[in-house]
């Protein structure tokens, strides 16, 4: 029978019993299991191994790995390289290192220098059981740092005492100077706050940071302690201001991270209880009163460092708080406790108390906190903690939170957390929007937010399943996008002239084309559209806030949110203004709103309910059947994107049926709130104006004609339980008058379209309206008798206000009504101009010398946006990607946008008398008053020189304020014939006529047509060619002794006798806006059926370039000196560009002559390069002799004092990369085609003058040196003074080589280009002979410069050249000269020369 192995049996005992059990073939009564792998999700552990090692084989474990998909793998096993068809023994053989390759590897440590010790003795056979109180009780501080067991503690206890003893035993052999190392000192210990006496008496011996692992040798522990006692010796021999020069320089080249952490080593030491019993030495007093008065020093130092660089007040006040006591603990730690038998103070810090903030104010930038509500807290502030705003941040000191804390704490687990985060965002992005940070914070807390992803943390929240944080995102999210004051703002402004069309909302395109499309064909290049896709939806939220939610798909989250979830009114309004916002946006984004599916659907079924039941209270818990008056407003501002959105809203969901309702219901019997009940009543009249906008919907009108006839006669009897239910009334019947506006203009096309229809021939043309004529006359009697209530209205001061607000929509409507009853086929011209007489002398009259208007008047400059720009300025943060237009700081500062606007009633008025005059053109002088007010001509001559910015937050109250400025000149070019004081200020409406044809926006092209066609090129508004003044600028130019063109005054006589010739030249040259001018009258005058949109144009500057004069001469450049190539000879141009390039330049010195104003936004750089484009046009149209006399005119005004010193080639003129490249271009065009032109030649010396770069110079002298020979100005013919080229002396020494080079070489001579051989002269004279301090090299080039000029053999050019004074114009050779070479120049030569000669010599 086999027996068990014991333990004394040799390996080679039990190699023999188990090849006897294998021989005998018994089982193993030990089964070895190998338990699967739970994170690799084996099914079994081992493999069967056939080699040679000593393997464990598993019955019924097959010999394939199972096919089994492990369920997670870690990282190393991903990584680990597998090979199909290899099996388990080769990986194991591949992978598996043999026992001996780990053997060879163990290196032994050496012991030699370890002390042998023997055991313990004692008198008990077994060891005392341990006892969890024994280990507390014996030598608690003794036992070792780490998580130890017990057991390992006992025993290093025990080991402990043993070497103690021992230590006792020996310590008569022992040196007496290391008995005192219980104090050690180094300079990195002493860098901490102040430590108690007893502190300092209680280190234990050694060295604090040095521990000895590390290094290479055997015996560590004594080499540390010899490094120790080497440091101590040397802090022995010094003094203590040594140790404190030493202590500075360790602070100064130190890391402070590094210094904190020794502080903290420090901190954290225990000393030895031994320790405390040792009396204290005197080199211990030494070294503890050097250690103290050392971090008393470094505090100090390190405290005023502080101070000078932070604060401004108390510099004794600590900043830094001590570390915590134990005994500061609000709970006391218990050493039963377990794993609390050492305590980590440093990780109780957040227990104590907190300190209070520091009351010193510092000019270090702070990082901004916020309470709840949003507001900014202050850093000195202290405030209670009970408020809820400490948290366990960077600075728990500090109340409020963060946005960076803030963040975080919006993707918290807890529902509390995240609502309360998201609601003070909400709260932080409306303060900032109302521009409460501008001046307490640094930089734009918006951009900081949508660059930290602000927008996608709301869309993840808008998707969480909490009600109350979805309900928190959808609070932000309209805090983000939607401003109240701009919707009031355009609310208001509806019901003015052309008050329903608006700007998109679009950010300003940037040009960001790709520069490997640059040089692909246009066939290759990538579309918009497929840019638009390939962007993430970080860079499409970054460039436009809108569509960024668009993309990620925030449409139909809200529908969901709105249809499934039902939430509170407040969500629900919310989420409405959200929608109006997004409409106003673009029409593509109001076509994404009505094709998102079940959105409008749900919008107008649960908040537009044809029938209600009536709220119980005035704030309802639900507002689902309800109607809702932010619902209407989406579906009129939806509607106003374009026909086609308002055809939709009316016919497929429903909209004439609401229009229906909400039109014929009073507001007093729709069983809701009153002011509700009017608001839903005046959107839904806007939503039925809208529609009529567009020709549609009238039918409605002859339904509904009874009910708004009623509602228009009690519109002047206004009356109202409160203020602001009155006002509510009044934008009721605003929006009343605007449908009716509406509707007869569309029945003023009625006819025109049925002519149209007929004569048509397959052509395209909109069908004619429902609605005629015959259905609106009835309504002129009852506004004119409405009208004469509110004039009459205007003397008492109860209703004065309400009168001034209704009377622009009256005035309005009246003007609609005649201007379309002219074109009627029932017009009575005698009974109208009876009407018009009538009207004039019962309403006009009275109401422009009554003092309510006057006061309007003369409040035109102060709240004028073109006179004072700052009115505009938005004051609050401004995001690129999310434009608006910021009213809150306009309707704070000025009554322009609200409704007693300044502008309203002016432009109404102003609106209806250009009509009347144009009807009844004996009525014109009656209103000349209003034109010869002093307000009105104050006014006008304030915007002369306006230089107005162009954005989103000026643009829609500009526009408003051109249609003034358009109106008063147009009734002022009429008054200008009939009326001579009114002539007499003729020239202060054309000065701003030309002016406002530069500030005309998008939408208003067909103001510049009007401005074009009848002010700007209208000889009555230019008085200065009957008056003489041709011949007095004919006189101001005699002082020319050589006259290279005709006088400017019969240049100037002969560009008036040609003004309707121009005005075609420019007209013609605006032919590619004539879709954009069309389309812009069809709104001006009323021909609703051919809108297409009440959005204008994209936002993206003026309709005209500030430059348009120009426009003629850049066109022609275009159309051939750029597609020739550029440079480029042009044999042939095309019909009539000799007279148009002649009556552009006739057009400009008009305006550079008498009108010099208008072109003072054009830089100078600009004027001279596209006055360029006469020589780059082609090779000879610069010299067609009325072309050449224009040029030359032009010129000589560009180089005037005045005008030469405010012209800068160094700034790249619009369009242009630089000046050099297009002189570039002219120096090609002149080698080729000049012919030595004066003209050309001129304007090829202006760039070459000295203050401007060297590069223009260094490309004649070097790559066209050949263009010198025929540059032949001379001297009396250079329009610029001389000195303009010599002064100051050059300093590049290229370019003086360059002179000398062309000088000595012939390609410079006197008789060939005399300017520039004067120029040449007199820099190299300077040069050469200039004795100041320079470079080496600079000091070569002079010498052999001079060197070679002393052995020309040209003795002309050198005498020039050594002989040279100054420069003088008037003289032959453009300088004058020295008789003989003064005596400082002949000590300078003799010097070079003489020295060469010696060398020569020698």
């Not at 379209?753 to 002129?780: D, F, M, N, Y």
């Not at 609609?816 to 009538?838: D, G, K, N, R, T």
């Not at 053109?921 to 007010?933: E, H, N, P, T, V």
């Not at 600079?1338 to 002989?1363: C, F, G, I, P, Q």
């Amino acid at each position: 029978m086999l027996r068990r192995p014991k333990s004394t049996d040799s390996e080679a005992d039990l190699l023999r019993e188990q090849q006897e059990l294998l021989a005998a073939g018994g089982q193993s009564t030990v089964t070895v299991v190998n338990r699967p792998d739970k994170r690799r999700g084996d099914a079994a552990g081992a493999h069967e191994q056939k080699n040679h090692r000593d393997v464990v084989t598993i019955e019924d474990l097959p010999d394939e790995i199972p096919t089994l998909t492990p369920a997670k793998k870690s990282r190393f096993q991903q990584e680990r390289v597998r090979f199909e068809d290899e099996g388990p023994e080769e990986r194991l053989d591949r992978h598996d290192t043999h026992i001996s390759a780990v053997l060879s590897r163990i290196i032994e440590r050496d012991t030699s220098a370890v002390p042998v010790l023997l055991p313990c003795i004692t008198g008990t056979a077994f060891p005392k059981v341990l006892r969890r109180s024994m280990v507390e009780s014996e030598g608690q501080e003794r036992a070792p740092r780490g998580r130890k067991s017990i057991f390992a503690r006992q025993i290093g206890a025990h080991r402990s005492n043993n070497e103690d003893v021992q230590s006792l035993n020996g310590s008569e052999t022992r040196d007496q100077s290391s008995a005192s190392r219980h104090v050690g000192f180094s300079p990195l210990e002493s860098m901490e706050t102040e430590r108690p006496e007893s502190d300092v008496m209680d280190r234990v011996g050694g060295p604090l940071l040095l521990s000895g692992q590390g290094l290479a040798i055997a015996n560590s522990a004594m080499e540390t302690m010899k490094i120790h006692e080497e440091n101590q010796a040397r802090l022995q021999t010094m003094s203590q201001s040594e140790i404190l020069e030493e202590q500075r320089k360790l602070l100064a080249q130190l890391d402070p991270r590094l210094v904190d952490f020794v502080r903290s080593r420090k901190a954290q030491r225990t000393p030895g209880s031994e320790s405390s019993s040792k009396p204290l030495q005197k080199d211990d007093f030494l070294r503890y009163s050097t250690s103290t008065e050392l971090d008393h020093t470094i505090k100090a130092q390190e405290s005023q460092r502080d101070t000078m660089e932070d604060y401004e007040e108390d510099e004794n006040q600590l900043v830094v708080q001590p570390p915590i006591r134990e005994e500061e603990l609000p709970i006391k730690p218990q050493k039963v406790w377990l794993h609390m038998d050492k305590v980590e103070l440093e990780k109780l810090e957040w227990t104590r108390d907190l300190p209070a903030p520091s009351r010193l104010s510092t000019k270090k930038a702070m990082q901004a906190r916020f309470d709840f509500a949003g507001t900014l807290i202050p850093a000195t502030k202290d405030l209670p903690t009970h408020l809820g705003l400490h948290h366990h941040g960077e600075e728990p000191e500090l109340a409020g939170y963060s946005l960076q804390e803030l963040f975080l704490l919006s993707r918290s687990q807890l529902n509390q957390q995240r609502n309360l985060a998201i609601s003070t965002l909400a709260n932080v992005l409306t303060k900032a929007r109302a521009g409460e940070y501008t001046s307490s914070l640094k930089g734009s807390v918006l951009s900081s937010l949508l660059d930290a992803g602000l927008l996608f943390l709301l869309r993840f929240s808008l998707d969480d399943g909490v009600e109350g944080v979805m309900s928190a995102a959808v609070h932000a999210l309209r805090a983000l996008l939607v401003s109240s004051d701009d919707e009031e703002c355009l609310d208001n402004a509806s019901s003015w002239l052309l008050g329903m069309a608006t700007f998109p909302l679009l950010p300003t395109a940037l040009e960001d084309e790709d520069e490997e499309d640059e040089c692909l064909d246009e066939a290759l290049k990538e579309t918009a559209k497929e840019k638009e896709e390939k962007k993430t939806d970080h860079d499409v939220a970054r460039q436009d806030v809108v569509k960024g939610f668009l993309r990620m798909q925030g449409l139909p989250r809200l529908r969901y949110i709105l249809e499934v979830l039902r939430p509170s009114p407040r969500v629900v309004l919310d989420i409405l203004e959200v929608l109006i916002r997004i409409a106003r946006h673009s029409t593509a984004a109001a076509t994404q709103i009505l094709n998102c599916p079940r959105l409008m659907e749900t919008v107008i079924s649960e908040f537009l309910p044809i029938s209600w039941t009536p709220a119980v209270s005035q704030a309802p818990s639900s507002l689902y059947g309800l109607p809702v008056a932010l619902a209407m407003k989406l579906l009129r501002v939806l509607a106003s994107a374009g026909r086609h959105a308002c055809a939709r809203i009316l016919n497929s969901l429903g909209g004439k049926e609401l229009l229906s309702r909400f039109v014929v219901v009073d507001p007093s019997e729709m069983l809701l709130e009153a002011g509700e009940a009017l608001r839903c009543t005046t959107e839904a009249l806007r939503l039925f104006a809208v529609a009529a906008g567009y020709g549609q919907a009238c039918s409605l009108y002859t339904d509904l004609y009874p009910v708004l006839v009623k509602r228009l006669q009690a519109g002047n009897r206004p009356c109202a339980s409160s203020e602001a239910v009155l006002f509510l009334e009044l934008d009721r019947i605003r929006a009343l008058l605007v449908l009716l506006t509406q509707v007869t203009q569309t029945a003023g096309c009625h006819e025109e379209l049925q002519r149209g229809l007929v004569s048509a021939q397959g052509t395209e043309c909109p069908p004619p309206p429902p609605v005629l004529w015959s259905h609106v006359t009835g309504l002129q009697p009852t506004v004119i008798s409405s009208l004469k209530d509110c004039v009459r209205a205007l003397d008492g001061s109860a209703q004065m206000s309400s009168a001034l607000i209704l009377l622009p929509s009256y005035l309005l409507y009246v003007e609609a009504y005649y201007s379309q009853l002219c074109v009627q086929s029932s017009f009575q011209p005698v009974q109208c101009l009876q009407e018009l007489e009538s009207l004039t002398s019962d309403v006009l009259l009275p109401l422009i010398s009554h003092q309510a208007m006057q006061n309007m008047a003369s409040s035109f400059r102060s709240s004028s946006v073109i006179c004072n720009p700052g009115l505009s300025a938005p004051g609050v943060e401004v995001v690129p990607s999310l434009p608006g237009l910021f009213c809150s700081r306009l309707m704070s500062s000025s009554t322009i946008a609200g409704p007693n606007s300044p502008l309203s009633l002016p432009t109404a008025l102003l609106y209806l008398l250009n009509t009347i005059t144009s009807i009844h053109k004996g009525l014109i002088q009656k209103f000349s008053r209003l034109i010869l007010s002093d307000a009105v001509l104050g006014y006008l001559r304030s915007c002369i020189g306006a230089m107005p910015s162009v954005s989103h937050m000026s643009a829609w109250i500009l526009r408003h304020e051109h249609h003034l400025l358009y109106l008063l000149l147009r009734l002022a070019h009429k008054l200008v014939p009939v009326d001579p004081e009114v002539a007499k200020h003729a020239f202060l409406f054309h000065q701003v006529s030309l002016a406002l044809l530069s500030w005309l926006l998008p939408g208003s092209e067909y103001l510049a047509h009007e401005l074009m066609s009848v002010l700007t090129f209208s000889h009555s508004l230019l008085p200065e060619g009957g008056c003489g003044e041709p011949e007095v600028s004919a006189l101001a130019e005699l002082q020319l002794k050589e006259r290279t063109s005709p006088a400017v005054g019969v240049l100037l006589r002969d560009a008036l006798h040609h003004l309707p010739s121009i005005r075609g030249c420019y007209l013609t040259h605006l032919a590619h806006m004539e879709p954009s001018v069309l389309s812009s009258r069809d709104r001006y005058l009323g021909r609703n059926p051919f809108v297409s949109s009440h959005l204008l144009p994209e936002l993206t500057g003026p309709s005209l370039p500030s430059d348009w004069p120009f426009l003629p001469l850049i066109s022609l450049y275009e159309r051939t000196g750029q597609s020739a190539g550029g440079g480029q000879q042009v044999e042939s141009l095309p019909a009539g560009s000799v007279q148009s390039a002649t009556h552009c330049l006739q057009w400009l010195l008009v305006l550079e002559s008498w009108r010099e104003q208008t072109l003072t936004a054009v830089p100078p750089v600009a004027k001279l390069a596209r006055l360029a484009c006469v020589f780059l046009c082609s090779s000879d149209l610069f010299l067609e002799r009325p072309v050449q006399e224009l040029t030359w005119a032009l010129f000589r005004r560009l180089t005037r004092p005045a005008q030469l010193e405010a012209l800068d080639l160094g700034s790249a003129p619009p369009g242009l990369a630089s000046f050099h490249d297009l002189y570039s271009a002219l120096l090609a065009q002149y080698e080729a085609v000049s012919f030595g032109d004066l003209l050309f030649g001129c304007f090829m010396l202006l760039p070459l003058q000295r203050r401007y770069s060297v590069t223009m110079r260094l490309a004649v002298f070097g790559e066209h040196v050949g263009m010198l020979r025929s540059l032949g100005v001379s001297l009396q013919q250079l329009p610029v003074p001389l000195e303009k080229f010599t002064s100051p002396m050059e300093d590049s020494l290229p370019l003086l080589r360059l002179y000398f080079r062309a000088l000595v070489t012939g390609a410079l001579k006197r008789n060939w280009c005399p300017v520039l051989y004067a120029v040449a002269v007199a820099h190299l004279n300077a040069f050469i002979f200039s004795q100041d301090a320079v470079a080496e090299e600079v000091e070569a080039a002079r010498r052999s410069l001079l060197r070679k000029t002393y052995y020309m053999t040209d003795e002309v050019l050198k005498n020039h050249l050594l002989l040279f004074w100054q420069p003088q114009q008037n003289s032959e050779l453009g300088f004058s000269t020295y008789e003989q070479l003064p005596s400082i120049r002949a000590r300078r030569l003799e010097s070079i020369v003489g020295t060469v000669q010696k060398g020569g010599e020698m």
